[in-house]
C-alpha cells in the first residue's frame, strides 16, 4: 500500500489506481513498497522531512504505456510526477511536488532512436542519459553536448532548461521536434513531425502555425516521449582554453571580452567561469569554496587555421585584462583518448561523475547542495554588481559565495551553491532560509532565477509579478485547457491545477 | 459604412462596433470608406476577386489601443485581423481570411524603443519597418538582419518565421522577449519580461516555466505590441561571397559542402542558392527565370586573420563541386559605403526595394507571384531531388521552375514562386490551382510548407495529420481558452474558433 497520499485522494481511490497501473503495465513496472519509495526521495533534503515523498512509482516502458498512465491518473484523480532520470538532486530529483504523487518514472525509456551523422541529429526517449547518447554516437563523428555530471536524463535536462559547453550547449535551444503525450492522452508531435511521414522534424525547429515546443519545458503541459537533439561535428582541432585572473578587480574586463568574442562568433561554446569550483585545476586538489581567483573555461573548434587565428583573437580581446593568464590544451578532434580532465571532457561532449565526486567532499554522501541561479545580462558591469550582490547577500546568512557562472552571448546565469550536511536538520534550514530570503531580495532588484528546487518553486513563480502576475494567469488558463483533472505534475514551476490552486 | 460584414455579423453590429472604435481611438484611427479599403486588399489575387476583403480598418498608436480594440471585438463578437506593415504580398499583404474582419493596422506604433549596443539588441514595436530598425542604428556598431524587401514590419516578418541573411537571418530564432495583447485583452510579458523591472528580458531567451513565444507565431493567440531582436555586431570585415555552378549536376556536391561549412561554423549566415532568380548577377540585367545556371550566395563575418582562414575552407571545402567558380567582394564592417547591389546589402542588413522592382518585371504594377515553400532536409540528396520533384510539379501545369533555396545548417526552405498578371482571372487562377496540387503531392511525400498564403491555409495545415490532426485539436483547444468568442485573426494558419469550425 501507498505510504503517502495526495490530497483529496483516498487510501481506496489510491488502491484502485495502483491495481490499474499494474494491469496495465505488469506488476514489475509499479512500486510501491516504502523501501522502494525511498530511493526516489529528495536527496539533497534533510533526511527526516517528508514532505516531497512519492506514493507509488510506475514505470512505463513505451507511449502507450504513458498514455495508459495518464488515462488511469485522470480516471481516479491521482496526481502525476514525471522525470527521466531524476538526477537533477539540487532540484529535488525524482521527488514530486505533491506529497503522494504517482512518480512516471521513464528511465525505461531508454533508446536513442536514431542518429543521423550527415545532419548532425540524434532522436532520444526520456530515459536516455548523456552517458547513453554518448555511447551510442561511438563511430561517428558527432559530439553531444553534455553537463557537468553525466547520469542525468537528456530529455529530462533539456526540458529544465539544463546547459552544456559545447556548441549546443544551450539544451533548450537544439531540440528539434518533440512527441508529447498530453494530459488527456492525446500524442501530439511538434514542428514538422506534426505531419505523418514529415521528413523534416529534426531538422526544422518550426513546423506550419504555432511552435509549442517551449511550453512542454520547466511546465505540466505533457510528457516528453521522443525528442530531436542537436550535435555538433567532430571538428579537426579542439582547443580547450583558460584564463585564470587573480581576483574580482579584473572580472569586469574579462566579461566584456568574453561577450565581444562570443558576439562577433569566435567562441561559440558556452564558457564557465568560476571561483573555488575548481575550473582549471588539473590536479583537483583545491577544496570547494577555497580559492579567491577565477577561472575561466572555454573551446575552440574548427579546422586548425580558423581555430589558431581565433585563438590569436582570444589573445588580442583579453590583451588589456589585468594579471590574465590565458593558457590551452590542443587535441585533433578524432582522437580524444588524451582527454582525461573534467574541464577538457565537458567541453567536447564525454560524460563523466568527476563533479559529484568533488561536490560530496565537505559532508561524504550526506552532503546536500542547494543551487541558486539568478540570470543577468552579460556586460561586466552588471556580471559583477551581481557577483557583489551574491556575496554580500550569501554574507547575510554567513555563507560563502561559490559560483560557476555560465556565459551567453547576451546573458549570464549565475549558478551559486551551498553545502550542507543533510543530516543536519538546523544546518539544512538555515540554507533553505537563505534561499527564499536571497530569492525575494533578487526579484526586488529585478532579477530571477532560470530554475528552482521544489520547495522554492512558488517562491520564485510569485516573483514573476508584471501586469499582477499575467504570466500566472495565462499558464493557469493553459493548465486549465489542456488538463482540466489537473493529473499532470501539480505545482510544477508554480502552476497549480484549478482544484490545488491556492488562494489569493 | 462596411462594405463587408463578417459571417454572423449584422450590419448593426457592426456599425456600433465602428463608433466604439471611433470613440476609443478617435475618429481618424478608423476607416471605412470603400476606397480606404482597397489598399488593404490582397495585393496579389485577381483584381476581381473579393473573397479576402477587410470591412473596416483601426489604427492604435499604443498598447490600450491594442487593448481597447480587442476588447470592443469581443463585446460586439467582430472578428479582428492583425498586421505591423502588411507587405508580405505573397502570403495575401494586410488583408483578413475572413471576409469582412476589422483590420487592426498596426503601423502607428512604429517606435524602436531600445537600442542596446553593448548586448546587440534592440525592441520594437509591430509597426518598425526593417528601413526604420536600420536607421534607428546608425551610430551604433550593431546590423540589423534583413529580407529581401526592406518595407515590411520587422515583428510582422519574424512572427510569420520570416527570414533575413545575416548571421540572425532566422528571425524567428533570433527573438527575446515579447510583450502580448492576448484575445481576451490582457497584457503578457514573456521570457525574463514577466517579472515587472525584469533586467533580462531581452538578453535571455526563457524565463521560469514554460516560454510561450512560440505559440505567437503564425497564430492567432495574441497581438505582439513590443519584441525584443538579436542584432549582429559590425565585424571588422564582411566578406560577400559567390559560388556558381553551371546546372543541377553539382548542386548535391555543393549542398553538402555547404552543410559541412555550416554545421562546423564557417560559414554562420543563411546563404541563399538560386536558379533565376538573379543572385551574383552585378548587372541585374538577366530576366527572372531565365538563367539555367545556380548561383550561391554567402557571406563570411570577423576579424581579418579569422575571415581568410574561413574562406580557405571554403576554397577547400567547395574544390570538388564540379564547374565550381568562387568569388568574393571584401568590404570593411566600419564603411559599407561601397556596398550598393542587392546581394551585398541583404547580408549586411541594408535594406531595400531592389527585389520588388525586379519583380514587377513581367507584368508591371499587375504582376502578383504566389510563393511556395516546402521544407527539405539539407542533405545533397535530399535538395536535388527536391528541385526535381518541384521542376516535374511545376513542368505537369506549364510553369517554370524559379527557385531560391534558403539553406540552415540541417535543414533548406525551397521558396519557389510563379509570376502571373493579376489582370487575368484565367492566368491567376490556373497558379492557384497548380498550386493546391503540389501542396497535396508535396505532403503525399512527408514534405510541408512553412508558410502560405490566405487561400490555403486551411489546405496546407490540413497535411499536418499526424495522429489524425493532433496539432489541429492542440491548436484547437488553445485557441478555444485563449480566445473563446473566436475574435482574433479567425482561420488564420487553418485555425478557426469555434464558433466558424468547418465541420468534418
Chains 1, 2 share one sequence.
Request: charged content about 20%; proline content about 6%.
Amino acid at each position: 500500500m501507498a505510504v503517502a497520499l495526495p490530497p483529496g485522494v483516498t487510501e481506496q481511490a489510491m488502491g484502485r489506481a495502483i491495481e490499474a497501473f499494474a494491469r496495465a503495465l505488469g506488476p514489475d513496472a509499479v512500486l510501491t513498497s516504502e523501501q522502494d519509495l525511498r530511493e526516489f526521495r529528495d536527496p539533497y533534503a534533510y533526511v527526516g522531512w517528508d514532505e516531497f515523498t512519492a506514493g507509488a512509482v510506475v514505470m512505463p516502458s513505451s507511449v502507450e504505456d504513458v498514455r495508459a498512465v495518464v488515462r488511469i491518473a485522470n480516471e481516479h484523480r491521482v496526481p502525476l510526477w514525471t522525470f527521466g532520470q531524476g538526477r537533477n538532486y539540487t532540484y529535488g530529483g525524482p521527488a514530486p511536488r505533491v506529497r503522494g504523487s504517482v512518480l512516471v518514472n521513464l528511465r525505461r525509456m531508454d533508446r536513442v532512436l536514431e542518429v543521423n551523422e550527415e545532419l548532425a541529429y540524434a532522436v532520444v526517449e526520456p530515459g536516455v542519459r548523456f552517458f547513453d547518447l554518448h555511447d551510442a554516437l561511438r563511430g561517428h563523428r558527432l559530439w553531444p553536448s553534455v553537463p557537468d555530471i553525466g547520469w542525468g536524463s537528456v530529455v529530462g535536462n533539456t526540458l529544465e532548461h539544463g546547459r552544456g559547453y559545447t556548441a549546443q550547449g544551450d539544451h533548450a535551444s537544439s531540440v528539434c521536434g518533440m512527441e508529447v503525450v498530453l494530459p488527456d492522452g492525446d500524442v501530439l508531435r511538434t514542428g514538422m513531425g506534426a505531419m505523418a511521414g514529415g521528413t523534416s522534424w529534426h531538422v526544422n525547429q518550426r513546423g506550419f502555425g504555432p511552435s509549442p515546443d517551449g511550453l512542454f519545458m520547466q511546465s505540466n503541459f505533457g510528457i516528453v516521449t521522443k525528442m530531436g537533439v542537436w550535435l555538433m561535428p567532430q571538428p579537426e582541432v579542439y582547443l580547450s582554453c583558460f584564463a585564470r585572473v587573480p581576483d574580482d578587480a579584473a572580472v569586469a574586463a574579462l566579461a566584456d571580452a568574453l561577450r565581444g568574442l562570443m558576439l562577433e562568433g569566435v567562441i561559440r561554446n558556452y564558457p564557465l567561469l568560476g571561483q573555488g569550483v575548481g575550473i582549471g585545476d588539473d590536479e583537483g586538489t583545491a577544496a570547494v569554496g577555497e580559492a579567491s581567483h577565477w577561472a575561466l573555461r572555454f573551446a575552440l573548434y574548427g579546422r586548425r587555421a580558423v581555430v589558431d587565428a581565433q585563438y590569436a583573437a582570444v589573445e588580442a580581446a583579453f590583451a588589456d585584462v589585468p594579471g590574465l593568464e590565458l593558457s590551452r590544451r590542443t587535441y585533433a578532434g578524432h582522437d580524444l583518448s588524451g582527454v582525461t580532465n573534467h574541464d577538457d571532457k565537458v567541453q567536447c561532449g564525454i560524460p563523466g561523475m568527476e563533479l559529484m565526486e568533488r561536490f560530496e567532499e565537505p559532508y561524504g554522501e550526506a552532503t546536500g547542495h542547494l543551487d541558486l541561479s539568478p540570470v543577468s545580462p552579460a556586460t561586466g558591469r552588471e556580471v559583477v554588481a551581481m557577483v557583489e550582490r551574491l556575496r554580500t547577500l550569501y554574507g547575510d546568512h554567513g555563507i560563502p559565495y561559490v559560483a560557476g557562472l555560465i556565459f551567453s552571448a547576451r546573458s549570464v546565469l549565475h549558478i551559486t551553491t551551498t553545502f550542507f550536511d543533510t543530516r543536519d536538520e538546523a544546518q539544512t534550514r538555515r540554507v533553505y532560509d537563505a534561499y527564499g530570503h536571497l530569492v525575494r531580495a533578487l526579484a526586488a532588484e529585478g532579477y530571477g532565477l532560470y530554475r528552482t528546487n521544489l520547495m522554492y518553486m512558488d517562491l520564485v513563480a510569485e516573483q514573476f509579478d508584471f501586469n499582477d502576475h499575467a504570466q500566472r494567469r495565462f499558464n493557469e488558463t493553459l493548465k486549465d485547457a489542456l488538463d482540466p483533472n489537473g493529473i499532470l505534475s501539480p505545482g510544477k514551476q508554480g502552476i497549480w491545477p484549478r482544484h490545488l490552486r491556492p488562494a489569493r
